[in-house]
């Protein structure tokens, strides 16, 4: 049911992005995206990292496992899964 729907989204945290410095794609999208910085940099509970061309996808609400991305620099289709450690990962659709 729709309400059931609406229950879970409200229950995201959700978060304003703002522009990082990535600049790869047009200046609209550019807050959805940054630079993955290697060892060290954490993830946000709204970032996943692209396993294609490793950046990092961002999204206005929390990420779930089930839930899509799309990477515009490498124009790839995710979903997102958690990983064995119990992170989040996201996996290429075909
Ligand atoms: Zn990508």
């Known amino acids: 049911m729709s309400d ?5 989204a409200k229950n ?13 794609v047009p200046k609209k999208w550019r807050k959805f995206y940054r630079y993955w910085e290697g060892v060290g940099d954490v993830l946000a ?5 692209c396993p294609v061309c490793k950046v990092v996808i ?16 490498c124009m790839s289709r995710m979903v997102v ?4 450690d ?8 075909f």
């Open 12 to 24: 995201r945290h959700t978060y304003e992005l703002e522009e990082t410095g990535f600049n790869e």
């Open 45 to 49: 509970p709204n970032e996943v990292v």
């Open 58 to 73: 961002r999204s206005k609400r929390e990420l779930r496992p089930g839930d899509k991305v799309y990477c515009m620099p």
């Open 81 to 84: 899964v958690k990983a064995a």
């Open 4 to 8: 059931a729907r609406d229950a879970v």
């Open 86 to 93: 119990g992170s989040l990962e996201a996996e290429v659709i």
